[in-house]
């Protein structure tokens, strides 16, 4: 495909053949999935789509977001695990190769969590708004500055920085931080873990990168109570891969920032023109 095209939604054949293979391992774990594959997608409009998908497919036992995204708005994670928990008994999430930063606050808030083989979190780095430049700016980068200014020896250095380093990005950073801590040690399981410290520690301030990999000896090791050692027989995480294959190459060709979809649905936000597309029946509040 012309990677110059613009393209609106998912070419009828592709999302023929998800379809099928998405009902299919429906039906082999007797559940409802959701996939949602995008680079730092984690926003309040993240969760208006996602609720949107949710309701079409209505209460049931079991939900499992297929989860790959590099993070984003913690507040954000919160709403999205809410928005699951009020349609499920059973809210599943599915790690096929990164859920980083506000990602991982999702995927430790499941009642299960499956890291396939390539699967990986990340520390719960959020985001923090520079409100005159409408940018967003990892919290940890904002640390890293402060570091570097509390190290140095050089007084030209250290005023100059200080002088450029925004007041209000410091207050943010700080803020952003114990919100994050506050919401992990507010999720069930980590709350009533002997070793609830250790586990927030690992999740925002034990690692530097916030890019590191929380693997799954990782997660072993920290003995979360919702991680599946267990995992996916390997024709259910071939399914998914083969689904995360196609998805991913329609973002890359196609430019998009975002796709969210269901055995039902599809929810594409991005491409050329930041195309929204939509059901047909929410059109009319959410028009292309």
């Known amino acids: 495909m012309d990677s110059k095209k613009i393209v609106t939604k998912l070419p009828d054949d592709i999302f023929s053949e998800i379809q099928s293979k998405l009902k299919k391992i429906e039906e082999k774990r007797k559940s409802k999935i959701i ?50 928990r009020e349609y499920c008994k059973t809210f599943n999430v599915i790690v ?34 520079h409100p005159a430049l409408d940018t967003f700016f990892p919290a ?33 950073y700080r803020s952003a931080m114990r919100e994050s801590r506050q919401y992990l040690e507010e999720i069930p399981h980590i709350k009533k873990a002997d070793n609830m410290r250790e586990i927030v520690f690992a999740l925002t301030d034990k690692y530097i990168d916030h890019g590191y990999p929380i693997n799954k000896p990782i997660c072993k090791e920290l003995k979360l109570k919702n991680y599946s050692e267990e ?15 196609m998805l991913i190459n329609e973002i ?27 059901p047909k029946d929410l059109q009319t509040t ?3």
């Not at 975002?258 to 597309?277: E, F, T």
């Open 96 to 129: 096929p190769f990164f859920a980083k930063s506000a990602a991982t606050y999702i995927a430790v808030s499941a009642d299960n969590l499956i890291l396939c083989k390539a699967g990986e979190l990340g520390p719960v780095d959020p985001q923090v708004k």
């Open 286 to 288: 959410f028009p292309k």
């Open 35 to 84: 996939f949602s594959i995008g680079g730092y997608s984690v926003s309040m409009m993240m969760s208006l789509h996602f609720h949107r998908i949710i309701r079409k497919i209505g209460e049931t036992e079991v939900l499992e977001l297929v989860l790959d995204s590099g993070g984003g708005q913690i507040d954000s994670a919160s709403k999205i695990v809410n928005i699951f």
């Open 231 to 245: 995992g996916l027989d390997k024709d259910t995480e071939n399914k998914i891969y083969d689904i995360h294959d």
């Open 252 to 278: 890359r060709e196609n430019n998009y920032d975002l796709i969210l979809i269901s055995s039902q649905d599809k929810v594409i936000i991005g491409g050329p023109k930041k195309v929204i597309d939509i």
């Open 140 to 172: 940890s980068s904002i640390k890293d500055a402060l570091e570097f200014i509390e190290s140095t020896k050089d007084p030209y250095i250290k005023l100059t920085m200080a002088d450029k380093l925004d007041p209000f990005l410091i207050g943010a």
